[in-house]
C-alpha cells in the first residue's frame, strides 16, 4: 500500500514585525482536500506535527476567507470526521521517512512561525530530496524549507523551479503588511526559481521530486498530481461481509445483474445487452439525479469472482471476489478508478450532496453487502424446517 506522511505545523500564531501575534495554524482546505485524495486512492496516511503536539486549524480558513460557506461547511465536517486524527499525532523527530513513499506539507501561516526554523523538519525536507522520491509543499509550507540544509550549510533547493503563495496573494491579508519576509521574496532570495500563476487559481510546479502548490484552490491537484504521477488510481475502495450461503449461491445473485436494484441504494437494476458480456444498468443518488450506463464484463468465475469495467464518464472498475468460509462465503466487492471524474460530473454530484464520493460509494457497497446478507439469512430462516414440540 502506498503511504503518505501529512506534516502539518503545530504553531498557533504568526509573530509579525511589531511583535504582535495574528493567530493562525494550518489552513483547513489545504489538509482536508489532499487527504480526501489520497483516502479515496486507498493510500496509507500518517499525520506529525513537532513534538506530537495537535495542530490548531486557522479559523479564517472556516470563513469567508475559505470559500463560499457551502464549501467551508462541509470542510468543517470532515475535520470534526478527523478529529481523532488531528488529536493524536506522530511525532514528527520519531518519523523515519524511508517509511513513506510521499511526503506533503499542508500549508496556512503556521510553517512561517515554526517550520521555518525547525531543524527536524529541514533535515526530513534535505534527505527527501537527496532520495528521489516526492516531497510536495503547498502554499505556506515552503517557508518549512529555509529550515533545509546541506552539510556545507548550502540551501538544497537552489535553483529548484517553484511555486508558493505569491507576494499578491499574501497582501490580500491586510495583516501580513507587517509581516517580517513574504515567502515570494524570501524563496527568490534563497535561490529558487518561482514561478506564479494566477491569483487564486491552481498552480502546480515539479522540479524533479519536489512538487509544490501556490495556493488552497491548488490542493486537491497537487494530490491528485502525486496520484497519477506514482500510477497509483484515484479511487481504490474496497469492502468485505461475510453472507451466509454457499459462493456458487452467493455468485448466482451477484452475477445476475437484473437482480442489483434489491440490494443496492444507488442501482436501480440492469438488463444484459449480451449475456454474460456486456450489460446497461440504471443508477441513482437521492430523488432527482438519474443516469444510466454500460458496463464489459471483464470477468466472471463462477462460485469465485465477478468484475466489470464501466465506459466514460464512469470508467471504474467494479469487482466480486468470494471466498468460502465456516459461515459462508466472504465476499470482497472492490471499486478502482483510474482517470479523475469529468468536471460536470463533479458539478451535478456536489449539488446532490454528494461532496466526499468515495466515502458515499464505501458506504453504498457496505450496504449493498449487507443486504445481501440479510437477504440469505431470511432466506435460511424461511427455508428452516418447523419444528414443534
Known amino acids: 500500500m502506498t503511504s503518505v506522511l501529512l506534516v502539518l505545523s503545530a504553531a498557533d500564531h504568526w509573530t509579525l514585525i511589531d511583535e504582535t501575534v495574528h493567530p493562525t495554524g494550518f489552513w483547513a482546505e489545504e489538509f482536508v482536500a489532499p487527504y480526501e485524495v489520497f483516502a479515496a486512492a486507498g493510500w496509507d496516511i500518517t499525520v506529525a506535527t513537532p513534538g506530537a503536539k495537535p495542530p490548531t486549524v486557522d479559523r479564517l480558513s472556516l470563513g469567508i476567507a475559505g470559500g463560499l460557506p457551502t464549501k467551508t461547511r462541509r470542510i468543517a465536517a470532515k475535520l470534526d470526521e478527523l478529529t481523532h486524527v ?137 494530490a491528485r498530481r502525486l496520484v497519477t504521477d506514482l500510477g497509483q488510481p484515484l479511487l481504490n475502495i474496497s469492502v468485505s461481509t461475510t453472507i451466509p450461503a454457499s459462493p456458487a449461491v452467493v ?20 438488463k444484459w445487452i ?33 468484475a466489470f469495467h464501466t465506459d466514460w464518464p464512469s470508467d471504474t472498475t467494479w469487482r466480486y471476489d468470494l ?19 469529468a468536471a460536470p460530473i463533479r458539478k451535478i454530484q456536489d449539488a446532490v450532496g454528494v461532496h466526499d464520493r468515495a466515502a458515499h460509494l464505501r458506504e453504498g457497497m457496505q450496504t449493498t453487502l449487507n443486504r445481501i446478507a440479510e437477504h440469505f439469512a431470511h432466506e435460511a430462516i424461511r427455508q428452516a424446517p418447523d419444528i414443534q414440540g
Open 251 to 270: 455468485w448466482s445473485l451477484i452475477h445476475d445483474i437484473t437482480r442489483t436494484g434489491e440490494f443496492s441504494p444507488e442501482n436501480n437494476g440492469g
Open 86 to 222: 488531528l488529536a493524536a499525532p506522530a511525532d514528527l523527530a520519531s518519523i523515519d521517512a524511508d517509511d513513506y513513499d510521499v511526503i506533503f506539507y499542508p500549508g496556512g501561516h503556521g510553517p512561517m512561525e515554526d517550520l521555518a526554523v525547525d531543524e527536524t523538519s529541514g533535515a526530513l525536507i534535505t534527505d527527501r530530496l537527496r532520495s528521489g522520491k516526492p516531497l510536495a509543499l503547498l502554499c505556506h509550507a515552503p517557508a518549512a524549507a529555509f529550515a533545509a540544509r546541506n552539510p556545507d550549510g548550502t540551501w538544497p533547493l537552489q535553483g529548484y523551479r517553484m511555486t508558493a503563495l505569491s507576494n499578491r496573494e499574501e497582501l490580500f491579508n491586510t495583516f501580513a503588511r507587517k509581516a517580517k519576509w513574504l515567502l515570494e521574496d524570501r524563496l527568490k532570495e534563497e535561490g529558487a526559481h518561482f514561478e506564479a500563476g494566477l491569483p487564486l487559481r491552481p498552480h502546480i510546479v515539479q522540479d524533479r521530486n519536489l512538487y509544490t502548490g501556490q495556493n488552497p484552490t491548488s490542493s486537491a491537484a497537487l
Open 274 to 306: 449480451t449475456p454474460d458480456k456486456r450489460f446497461r444498468a440504471r443508477n441513482k443518488i437521492g430523488s432527482v439525479y438519474r443516469w444510466s450506463m454500460a458496463a464489459t464484463v471483464t470477468e466472471s468465475i463462477p462460485g469465485k469472482s465477478f
Open 323 to 341: 471466498e468460502p468460509t465456516e459461515e459462508g462465503t466472504l465476499v470482497t466487492e472492490s471499486a478502482v478508478k483510474k482517470a479523475r471524474q
